[in-house]
């Protein structure tokens, strides 16, 4: 099981950015897919879930409205669009697998990619 | 929102049993799921459903929960479990997820 995460970078306030997930190794499309981030020298922060086959989504306070989850299970990835990013979104980005198979409301994270780091910055 | 309530720091020496709490309304509710950081890495699932441990996870690793109060039991812990660790859970209406603030471990 593996997820690589890619589109990180530097970004101005006010910009957007899109971060893709690829993932290989297990049945895409039974899992969800979460997105956590994690400030430089801070605790995680849980941002985001998409189910198994992308019905239904769910966000943390500090993200809705500006983030969207996204899956294509033909693809096998994931993405997060990350709009009208602020400072406060410096972060390492990651996403993360689902335990367990067609779930509708994902909560049980089992593996996680390493990574991609994203800096908000004028 | 919801929240959930780690200790920052618990410093235990080798070979003792370490223990790290995990506080929050929706524990008796929804079930608690463990990460261990080390430093520089991706997290890695420890722990999940209170108290059921992944394969490839030690022994000495164990989870519990009793009314709004998770814990997390390292039993006779080792240098190498030196790390942060971070709780995971639901709120009650199964909407919002959130980690704890997380919880350094320092074994010495």
């Known amino acids: 099981v593996r997820l690589v995460e890619s589109g990180g970078g530097l970004v101005h306030p006010g910009k957007s950015l899109r971060l893709s997930c690829a993932a290989s190794?297990?049945?895409?499309?039974?899992?969800?897919i979460h997105w956590v981030r994690q400030a430089p020298g801070k605790g995680l922060e849980w941002l985001s879930v998409?189910?198994?086959?992308?019905?239904?989504?769910f966000y943390a306070d500090s993200v809705q409205g500006r983030f969207t989850i996204s899956k294509d299970n033909s693809k096998k990835t994931s993405d997060l669009q990350m709009n009208s990013l602020r400072p406060e979104d410096t972060a390492l980005y990651f996403c993360?697998?689902?335990?367990?198979?067609?779930?509708?409301?994902?909560?049980?994270?089992?593996?996680w990619g390493q990574g991609t780091l994203v800096t908000v910055s004028s | 929102s919801y929240e959930l309530t780690q200790p920052p720091s618990v410093s235990v020496s080798p070979g003792e049993t370490a223990r790290i709490t995990c506080s929050g309304d929706a524990v008796p509710k929804k079930v608690v799921h463990w990460f261990q950081q080390r430093s520089g890495q991706a997290p890695v699932a420890i722990i999940y459903?209170?108290?059921k441990r992944p394969s490839g996870i030690p022994e000495r690793f164990s989870g519990s929960a009793s009314g709004t109060v998770a814990t997390l039991t390292i039993a006779g812990a080792q240098v190498e479990d030196e790390a942060d660790y971070f709780c995971?859970?639901?709120?009650?209406?199964?909407?919002?997820?959130?980690f704890g603030g997380g919880t350094k471990l320092t074994v010495l």
């Open positions: 998409i189910s198994y086959d992308g019905s239904t989504t």
């Open positions: 190794g297990f049945t895409f499309d039974s899992y969800g």
């Open positions: 459903d209170d108290s």
């Open positions: 995971f859970s639901s709120d009650t209406s199964g909407n919002l997820r959130v």
């Open positions: 993360a697998k689902d335990r367990e198979e067609w779930m509708a409301r994902p909560d049980n994270i089992d593996v």
